[in-house]
């Protein structure tokens, strides 16, 4: 591979040595015709030795200027190779390189661009994705929901009524009356946790109503359905649709917990202003539990702290063993 160093130094001193052998010429041409043979011989030597000499000095000199901003430019496109945008010189001695830099650093630039379109695509491609899964498990769930309530929550309601009326119906004496008064137990507690699953499975969107609404329509329908104190407070407060439908969320998931692990008799919720902030509180006078303990409904809670930080706001629970459970949420209102 040839080397620019070599091709200046070959041409200088090719142009170097043309040029003395012509200037030779002409004097020899120009002098008497008599000159001694030795003195013409030694006059050629010479000036050959010097133009090859300055030949060959114009030709490193040369290729010294020329080769450090070829260095320079290789160390250029280093950087661009790298990912890196670097500053263009000012310093530039020839205008040909200074065009080629700019050249590189729009086309690195263009490259960048494209770089960032095709993850901001993909980036809108996997949300895209995430929110149609999303909305495929909302259609399931809530296709499941309307099945067990169609089928097994009116089997387990019928088996509770049959069982309530055959321990009803027994005398005291008979031996079986204590094992029917567990077998309706067992049923009415069935039921209840099919209505808390049912709970569990609801679309997690307000379907367009808005929060305050739906949370009385869901505490309504909660306190017609189940064996359970339910009291709510709620101001008319008005939220961004997103921050809604988390909010709704945390509470179908808060009452989801009360109905399959309190064992309450009372429930309480209530939403409320305290510039800047609002608060949703959820109270159960259940067995409570240690919040150490990483048993079930584990999962559920973790999952209402990443709801709550995903608003911006922040979740704190408090319990303890016999004493109930009490959960508050904090949203940062909207100035």
């Given at each position: 591979?040839k080397?620019f160093?070599?091709?200046?130094v070959k041409y200088?001193m090719?142009m170097?040595f043309?040029?003395?052998?012509l ?7 120009s002098?008497h015709?008599f000159?001694p043979v030795?003195?013409?011989?030694e ?13 060959a ?5 040369i290729?010294l200027y020329?080769?450090?901003p070829?260095?320079?430019?290789s160390h250029?496109l ?14 530039r001695m020839f205008?040909e390189?200074?065009a ?12 960048a ?6 993850q901001?695509k993909t980036n ?5 994705k995430?929110h149609i899964?999303e909305?495929?498990?909302?259609v399931e769930?809530?296709?499941l ?13 019928a088996?509770s009524?049959?069982s309530?009326a055959?321990?009803a119906g027994?005398p005291?004496?008979?031996p079986?009356?204590a094992?029917m008064?567990?077998?309706e137990?067992?049923?009415?507690q069935?039921q ?9 499975l609801?679309p997690i969107q307000?379907?367009?109503k808005q929060l ?5 329509e869901?505490?309504t ?10 009291r709510?407070q709620?101001?008319d407060?008005?939220f961004?649709?997103?921050?809604e ?7 179908q998931?808060a ?5 399959r692990?309190?064992?309450a008799s ?10 800047p ?10 067995i409570?539990f240690n919040?150490?303990?990483r048993?079930v409904g ?25 004493t109930g459970t009490?959960i508050?949420i904090?949203i940062?209102?909207k100035?």
């Amino acid at each position: 591979m040839k080397s620019f160093r070599w091709i200046y130094v070959k041409y200088s001193m090719l142009m170097c040595f043309t040029v003395a052998l012509l200037s030779f010429i002409i004097f020899l041409v120009s002098v008497h015709p008599f000159v001694p043979v030795q003195e013409m011989i030694e006059t050629f030597l010479l000036v050959i030795g010097l133009s090859l000499s300055i030949g060959a000095t114009v030709g490193i000199s040369i290729s010294l200027y020329i080769n450090k901003p070829l260095h320079q430019m290789s160390h250029f496109l280093s950087e661009v190779e790298r990912g890196n945008t670097p500053h263009l010189p000012t310093d530039r001695m020839f205008k040909e390189f200074k065009a080629l830099e700019t050249s590189i650093v729009n086309l690195s630039e263009k490259t960048a661009e494209q770089s960032l379109m095709m993850q901001r695509k993909t980036n809108e491609y996997a949300e895209e994705k995430q929110h149609i899964e999303e909305a495929a498990v909302a259609v399931e769930r809530g296709r499941l929901a309307r099945e067990l309530h169609d089928s097994v929550s009116q089997q387990l309601f019928a088996m509770s009524m049959m069982s309530a009326a055959l321990h009803a119906g027994m005398p005291d004496e008979e031996p079986l009356k204590a094992n029917m008064a567990k077998l309706e137990h067992m049923a009415v507690q069935a039921q209840s946790e099919m209505r808390a699953l049912l709970l569990h499975l609801r679309p997690i969107q307000l379907e367009g109503k808005q929060l305050v609404v739906g949370i009385r329509e869901l505490l309504t329908e909660l306190s017609a359905k189940q064996n359970l104190d339910v009291r709510w407070q709620l101001d008319d407060l008005a939220f961004e649709r997103g921050v809604e439908d988390h909010l709704f969320r945390i509470l179908q998931e808060a009452i989801s917990n009360t109905l399959r692990h309190a064992k309450a008799s009372k429930l309480e919720i209530s939403l409320k202003r305290s510039d800047p902030l609002a608060m949703m509180r959820i109270f159960d006078n259940g067995i409570g539990f240690n919040k150490d303990d990483r048993k079930v409904g584990s999962y559920g809670l973790e999952s209402m702290k990443e709801r709550a930080e995903e608003i911006g706001g922040t979740l704190k629970i408090m319990s303890l063993k016999g004493t109930g459970t009490q959960i508050e949420i904090k949203i940062p209102l909207k100035r």
